[in-house]
């Protein structure tokens, strides 16, 4: 008997579950039933992710549905900007679509963004779905309502917040995610022991080769604690008011690394996470607010794992400290032009820190061996 776990995410009449377990995908006609009015339904996935899951989803839902169309764009970071959101928004318009019609993302957090973008603009607001396909989608981005692309400027600048109607984890999903992919998505997990809950950190050093190798009960169990710990945050903090902020531990530090290596796919977004995380307890010791023991047990753990555990171990986005600082600047947390970070006072509690200057955060990086020119 398969157990399926679901959360809700708490927003009155937004409120959504996530669904949780093996198998969702095939059963997917049972979960969208109530949802799929109109009986009109587009797939959106990538170039990647549709060929393998998109008809599976297809058939699953074809008993409940009149019409299925299927749409892919490129798999890849580059799939969310302006030129792609333009493509998609005519193709679904060509398709001739109304404000009932159901739109899915199926796919990581790329396409989840990209196609929830797509939903809040469309007709001035659409419903869809997300099918999260990577561990990052599951844990992650899938949850809360965050959409949008990437401008020039910087990344998921151009975007809105709008919630989906259902979000089905489908657990077996993972087996086909690359092996660095699945890796990426733990540093994620990792962040939620870390910021809220040090029993789910102990949990996970001593479960972590289970979850990697998606053994059924613990990877269920790990996306589990990971939705139900961001959809308490989100119910709490919608629209980054507060403590949603706190979601973004380790994540000024490996912004800042995505940006200096240009998005290109040579370091995945939750490895610069991870090494985020291990500076972000380094520079929580320096400033006195956490015990250096903790900060060992993060880094065992990240190099336990096999993820980077600091700027040194970055497998790219490595600058001088001033252009790193400069993508830092870019931060949307920042308060008058002050640098703002999410920082760990222990494993399991972390908290937000205004007003440090460059000055500091330089001899940090100094400290830590970074070229200062
Ligand atoms: N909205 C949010 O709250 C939020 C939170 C965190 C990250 N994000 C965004 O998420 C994006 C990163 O997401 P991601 O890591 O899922 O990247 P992604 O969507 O690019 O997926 C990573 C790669 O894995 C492939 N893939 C995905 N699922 C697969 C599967 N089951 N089998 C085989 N291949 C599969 C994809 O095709 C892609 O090549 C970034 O753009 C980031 O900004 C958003």
Known sequence: ??????????????????????????????????????????????????????????????????????????????????????????????????????????????????????????????????????????????????????????????????????VLADTNLLISLPKRELLAGYAEIVKYGLLGDANFFSWLEDNWSGVLSLDKDKIIYAVKRSCEMKAKIVAADETEKSMRALLNLGHTFAHAFEAVANYDGQLLHGEAVAAGLGLAFDFSVIRKMCAKEDAIRVHNHLLQVGLPDNYASLPAGKAPISVIIEHMKKDKKNISGKLTFVLANKIGSACIVPNISEEEITSFFMAKGVNHV
């Open 1 to 166: 008997m398969t157990v399926i776990e679901q959360i809700s995410v708490g927003l009155g009449d937004r409120s959504y579950p996530v669904l949780i377990g093996p198998d969702l995908l095939v059963m997917a006609d049972k979960y969208l039933a109530d949802l799929i009015v109109k009986k009109q339904v587009v797939i959106i996935s990538d170039t990647i992710i549709g060929p393998i899951y998109q008809n599976s989803l297809a058939k699953a839902i074809m008993p409940i549905c009149d019409r299925v169309e299927i749409l892919q764009v490129p798999a890849g970071e580059t799939s969310k900007s302006l030129s792609v959101l333009d493509k998609v928004c005519n193709d679904i318009l060509n398709i001739g679509i109304d404000r009932n019609t159901v739109l899915i993302a199926l796919g990581g957090g790329v396409v989840g963004d990209l196609v929830g973008f797509v939903s809040a603009v469309l007709l001035r607001g659409t419903q869809y779905i997300q099918i999260p396909t990577s561990l990052l989608a599951q844990v992650d981005s899938s949850v809360g309502g965050k959409t949008g692309i990437n401008a020039k400027a910087g990344k998921n600048l151009i975007g809105a917040f709008h919630q989906p109607k259902l």
